[in-house]
């Protein structure tokens, strides 16, 4: 790898760097921020349902350490493109960032892709090759991952990108009846898709033996967007980014 691109490495090990306060700022939120309770309603019948609600929305310092986080990522592509048009003699402006094409058509196309004069101004052959390889594309054969890195800098700074959402392994019911009645179901039913109703979301149908019991719950705080991340937990993801831009970064020789 060349010298010149420990700014890009420092980039990234920065980055990775922040995940241990980002993640201690996610889990105090995920233990303490939501609460569950049981109710019957008429869902499609009579159900006791479980519904959890937040009681403050999603630390906003979450946001801003992971938007920073991904900012940094994604800079570290951009300062390895720099590096690569200093090589050909070409002062970094707006147009010598790291490419990404919005499919494969659009990667190959001799006009306006990788290999078109655009690039070939300011990229060396050598360093083309090493972005071919990448597959800095959207859609089929296309590095998803740096794709969804690129779309979240994007969106970051427009939208909320991340949220606190109920799994299957956080939420529960400890206590009530021990047994079922018979012909009762002996399990809750966790939903796929949970439903929202008045602020809240029902996640579970609660058989009534349990309907007693004691609910629990914790958010996983997950990304929102894009389809790849959907429902990933947010440090698990960055981390699993950031090797993958570390690997991109030592490809230039």
């Known amino acids: 790898m060349r010298d010149n691109l420990l700014d890009a ?6 980055a990775v760097a922040q995940l241990p306060m980002l993640n201690t700022r996610v889990e105090t939120c995920r233990k303490t921020s939501p609460y569950a309770r049981i109710e019957k ?4 019948g ?9 009681r403050e929305p999603l630390d906003r310092f979450i946001f801003a350490e992971a938007g920073a986080i991904i900012n940094s990522l994604r800079s570290s592509l951009d300062l390895a493109a720099a590096t690569c048009a200093r090589a050909m003699g070409i002062k970094p402006d707006i147009n010598t960032h790291f490419p990404f094409f919005q499919s494969r058509a659009h990667f190959l196309d001799a006009e ?11 990229l060396s052959a050598d360093d083309r090759s090493v972005i071919e390889a990448v597959k800095p594309y959207e859609g089929a054969g296309g ?15 427009h939208e909320r990108f991340i949220k606190a959402y109920p799994t299957w392994r956080s939420f529960g019911v400890r206590g009530g009846v021990a047994r079922p009645m ?12 949970p439903i929202n109703r008045n602020g809240e979301s029902i996640v579970a149908y609660v058989p009534e033996h349990m309907a007693k019991g004691q609910p629990h719950v914790a958010s996983e705080v997950v990304f929102n967007e894009p389809e790849i991340l959907v429902r990933r937990l947010v440090c698990q993801a960055l981390d699993e980014i950031a090797c993958r831009c570390k690997h991109v970064i030592e490809r230039f020789k």
């Open 182 to 193: 018979e012909g009762q179901s002996a399990v809750m039913e966790p939903l796929q898709r």
């Open 112 to 122: 306006v892709g990788l290999h078109s004069p655009k690039y070939k101004r300011w």
């Open 46 to 54: 009579p159900r006791y349902c479980l519904l959890i609600g937040e």
């Open 41 to 44: 309603l008429d869902v499609d």
């Open 9 to 14: 490495v420092t980039a990234i090990d920065w």
């Open 143 to 157: 590095n998803a991952l740096l794709c969804a890195l690129h779309h979240l800098d994007v969106v970051r700074k």
